[in-house]
């Protein structure tokens, strides 16, 4: 009797310090500059929808890329370790002794990056998009850098825990007697054959798995991933990261469909490695045209390797970006079709057809969807009420708060709960509170005694956090 007195006063304490909390919480959610000071300190969880490249910030890219005297192309602004025969070149140490590194630093930054950005000279996802491959070189052989970024700022702003895209599988395979493949299931595809499909994807596994396509996984596995993590001790008391495998939605089926098994093969294999994904944009001539192939490789995949999870980057797109009818189906092939865990984005849901049965089969299955307000603010200028994030709230899809590429868009994760909470009035602390749980209990990480740990950190940092209100 005394344990149940015990164990019902530690509940009604927990209640009470939430609901003194959420009074505070709505005193000060119209005033940006106490929110976030208000979520600075809150505990946040994990951020589920993360890319390594994307989320670094460019001054330290910019610095080592200085640092080992890389090539800058003065027109465009990509940076190379070796000169090519082609473009205007010039040596960061030469910029440096002609006075000129300055100018240029700057010009850097807002082509690296969304800083100065006015939304006028350029289109925004344009900018975007390209950004990626202008530092790139930076960040080849300065992984290890990255990470420790990445994780000190997590500790710095109380996230605990990160699933990094970190990067592609290298491969040397040669698939030139499999491109054959390439029409027959773009055929396929546009015919919707779904068996054929299938039939097909089994043959180019087979001649995958001839190639061995599983060393390519175990190595980097091995020698790349779990060197780096263990090396620069990234999990501890404070702070855990996994990642998740990716392949390019651009390239060409066959190509892509063997970079996806060397994926599942890689996540199948080792704890460390979360998931997998697909990125690249999704209005793309060549991600549009091969949508629907995708899915299915992501079904046939998971047949191959039931265990392996996956989220998708679907519906990241909006009215007057690519035709109405294009908008209408995205999500609902990630989900029904490809199976996905985790939807990333999902910003079209209000034109899926029957959205409303596609957002109650999200909320009975607990797909979750990753919210990602400051890009989708960004890239798509889709933002307030035109966000789907109300639907998907009212219908109880499971939703976890995410950054996606902090870096470009110089942002981080305090800054998405303060845009939530200015932005959505009918969200309380405790829907807040449940979000970042959320992104511990729908986080891809394998070992169950890892999240089990997560969660009771999350506990014991809430009722730190708690215990400060009402303020004295």
């Given at each position: 009797?005394?344990?149940?007195?015990?164990?019902?006063?530690?509940?009604?304490?927990?209640?009470?310090?939430?609901?003194?909390?959420?009074?505070?919480?709505?005193?000060?959610?119209?005033?940006?500059?106490?929110?976030?000071?208000?979520?600075?300190?809150?505990?946040?969880?994990?951020?589920?929808?993360?890319?390594?490249?994307?989320?670094i910030y460019a001054e330290p890219l910019l610095r080592h890329a200085?640092?080992?005297?890389?090539?800058?192309?003065?027109?465009t602004m990509d940076v190379l370790k070796e000169k090519p025969s082609t473009g205007n070149w010039e040596l960061f140490s030469t910029l440096k002794s002609n006075g000129t590194l300055d100018i240029y630093k700057q010009k850097i930054m807002q082509k690296w990056s969304v800083k100065d950005y006015n939304h006028v000279d350029y289109p925004s996802d344009k900018l975007f998009f390209e950004s990626f491959m202008k530092f790139e070189p930076a960040i080849k052989g300065n992984f290890g850098q990255g990470l420790l970024e990445l994780k000190n700022r997590a500790?710095?702003?109380?996230?605990?825990?990160?699933?990094?895209?970190?990067?592609?599988?290298?491969?040397?395979?040669?698939?030139?007697?499999?491109?054959k493949f390439d029409n027959r299931l773009r055929r396929l595809a546009l015919a919707k054959d779904e068996k054929g499909l299938l039939k097909s994807l089994d043959s180019v596994y087979s001649s995958l798995l001839k190639k061995d396509a599983e060393s390519y996984a175990?190595?980097?596995?091995?020698?790349?991933?779990?060197?780096?993590?263990k090396d620069l001790k990234i999990d501890d008391k404070q702070f855990t990261m996994r990642y998740q495998n990716f392949v390019l939605r651009f390239m060409e089926p066959v190509d892509l469909f063997k970079?996806?098994?060397?994926?599942?093969?890689?996540?199948?294999?080792?704890?460390?490695?979360?998931?997998?994904?697909?990125?690249?944009?999704?209005?793309?001539?060549?991600?549009?045209?091969?949508?629907?192939?995708?899915?299915?490789?992501?079904?046939?995949?998971?047949?191959?390797?039931?265990?392996?999870?996956?989220?998708?980057?679907?519906?990241?797109?909006?009215?007057?970006?690519?035709?109405?009818?294009?908008?209408?189906?995205?999500?609902?092939?990630?989900?029904?079709?490809?199976?996905?865990?985790?939807?990333?984005?999902?910003?079209?849901?209000?034109y899926e057809k029957d959205s409303y049965d596609l957002l109650r089969y999200m909320a009975k299955k607990t797909i979750p969807i990753e919210i990602n307000l400051v890009s989708n603010e960004f890239i798509l200028k889709v933002k307030e009420s035109r966000?789907?994030?109300?639907?998907?709230?009212?219908?109880?899809?499971?939703?976890?708060?995410?950054?996606?590429?902090?870096?470009?868009?110089?942002?981080?994760?305090?800054?998405?709960y303060v845009l939530l909470s200015k932005?959505?009035?009918?969200?309380?602390?405790?829907?807040?509170?449940?979000?970042v749980y959320n992104s511990i209990n729908y986080s891809f990480i394998k070992e169950a005694s890892v999240k089990k740990q997560l969660l009771k950190d999350l506990d014991s940092r809430f009722k730190t956090f708690e215990a400060n209100f009402p303020l004295k």
């Open positions: 009797m005394k344990l149940l007195h015990i164990l019902f006063f530690a509940l009604f304490l927990n209640s009470s310090y939430s609901q003194s909390t959420n009074d505070y919480f709505e005193k000060i959610r119209n005033n940006e500059a106490e929110l976030t000071a208000f979520f600075s300190q809150m505990p946040k969880g994990g951020d589920l929808h993360h890319h390594f490249s994307g989320s200085i640092s080992k005297d890389f090539y800058l192309n003065i027109e500790i710095s702003e109380n996230v605990s825990y990160i699933e990094t895209q970190l990067s592609t599988i290298p491969t040397a395979m040669n698939t030139d007697n499999l491109t175990k190595d980097f596995n091995t020698n790349f991933v779990a060197k780096l993590h970079n996806l098994v060397i994926a599942f093969i890689s996540a199948d294999e080792s704890p460390l490695m979360a998931g997998v994904n697909i990125v690249s944009p999704e209005d793309g001539e060549t991600s549009m045209k091969d949508y629907w192939l995708h899915m299915v490789m992501f079904k046939y995949c998971h047949s191959r390797y039931p265990n392996v999870k996956y989220t998708m980057h679907a519906g990241e797109l909006t009215l007057g970006l690519v035709q109405p009818e294009d908008l209408t189906w995205h999500i609902g092939a990630a989900v029904y079709t490809a199976g996905a865990n985790r939807i990333g984005h999902g910003v079209d849901m209000a966000h789907p994030f109300t639907l998907y709230k009212e219908f109880g899809v499971p939703i976890v708060i995410s950054t996606d590429d902090a870096g470009i868009l110089r942002t981080n994760m305090t800054e998405q932005r959505y009035k009918d969200v309380s602390y405790i829907d807040i509170k449940q979000y």
